[in-house]
């Protein structure tokens, strides 16, 4: 997949009815942009199945003939996304367009990204599944560790918020925060973190042993808290309500790991409502990590 294939993929994103812009994007190709794929419908002989644009080599061919209705031979039919963090990586954004469906094209996609990150040595390859498609992913060796609740509403005003709570952007330079991501997530995430402070809104805050940050990103049905993390329940509540504050009478999506019972009860009484649920999942090796200390994922393109 290339920045010109953009276009499509937000084609596919308003199908779907996704949160993503095209900065979502153009984020994942300069992140790791020979792990993003497309697939297009096979030219030439009638039937074949699609490579997935952007291998070193022809890849895999997508499974299905062409069906009344669906593209025209060598258009683009879907994506998916890989984003590495040392050892860890992340698959995300597969999507296939609607008249193209039940074709297994979306398993193509599926098999070329852990193909992909398999040639890399990859040891933990992870993703958040929509109900539709956690059954392909347990096909594929991926296994459910935690439920991730959607929570939703508008973001409302509050008083007396913690004075502790400071903006990051990429001239704050906070050590502590980053070790703690590490700690919490097991994972990484400095390239992406600093991917997202160039144009999105971020606050920390260090008062002794209470650590925290909490960030977001724009999108197209509502602003997208996340990530945010905590050392203690009562860090993460200040840090998540600074976010309210700053996006107040706004449309906000929180996407909260199901073992943070303090982070659901807290967005509870602010009035949001669980919109949906994903299954994180894992193929090879288990992480380490610390749910219960994670307020807001990022969303399922990069947990």
Not at 47 to 65: C, E, L, Q, T
Not at 176 to 192: N, Q, S, V
Not at 228 to 248: K, V, W, Y
Request: charged residues 20%; contains cysteine.
């Amino acid at each position: 997949m290339q920045v010109a294939d953009i276009p499509f993929g937000m084609q596919l994103v308003q199908q779907a009815g996704w949160n993503q812009l095209e900065a979502d994007w153009h984020r994942a190709l300069a992140l790791h942009p020979e792990g993003c794929f497309l697939a297009e419908l096979a030219t030439g002989v009638a039937g074949s199945g699609a490579p997935v644009a952007g291998a070193p080599a022809a890849g895999p061919p997508v499974a299905g003939a062409p069906v009344a209705g669906t593209p025209a031979a060598g258009a683009p039919v879907g994506t998916v996304t890989t984003c590495i963090f040392g050892r860890v990586a992340w698959i995300a954004m597969v999507l296939v367009d609607i008249a193209a469906r039940n074709q297994g094209i979306g398993q193509k996609l599926m098999e070329r990204a852990i193909s992909h990150l398999d040639d890399l040595g990859i040891d933990t390859q992870r993703l958040d599944a929509t109900v539709l498609g956690k059954g392909l992913y347990e096909k594929l060796g991926f296994q459910e560790e935690y439920e991730v609740v959607r929570m939703k509403g508008i973001a409302k005003m509050h008083g007396g918020l913690d004075d502790e709570a400071m903006p990051w952007t990429q001239e704050t330079s906070v050590p502590p925060i980053l070790d703690l991501d590490f700690r919490i997530t097991a994972t990484r995430r400095e390239p992406f973190l600093n991917a997202l402070l160039r144009s999105n809104t971020f606050y920390y805050s260090m008062f002794e042993d209470d650590l925290a940050y909490a960030g977001s990103r724009k999108g197209r049905n509502a602003v997208q808290l996340g990530p945010a993390i905590a050392s203690t329940p009562e860090a993460g509540r200040q840090i998540c309500d600074a976010m309210l504050h700053h996006f107040n009478g706004l449309p906000v999506f929180v996407d909260i790991p199901a073992p943070n019972k303090a982070a659901l009860r807290w967005a509870k009484s602010n009035g949001l409502e669980e919109q949906r649920r994903f299954v994180r999942m894992y193929r090879g090796q288990k992480l380490n990590d610390t749910p219960e200390s994670m307020w807001a994922s990022s969303g399922p393109e990069k947990g």
